[in-house]
């Protein structure tokens, strides 16, 4: 079974930013999370979607 949701720790590998710029990305609005009580989780097919919509805009 693949990932379906990975931590603000792969997106910032993922991305290759800081830690903490990650944090600062997930409380944007508009970006894809989940909440599990403290816990950000980030949807990965969300994510990719986002990622398209997001160079698109710019």
Known sequence: ???????V??????MGISLPKAYELVKEPGFPTIRIG????IPIEAYKEWLVRSSLNK
């Open 1 to 7: 079974m693949e990932k379906t949701t990975m931590s």
């Open 9 to 14: 720790q792969e997106l910032s590998a993922q």
């Open 38 to 41: 403290a816990r950000i989780l």
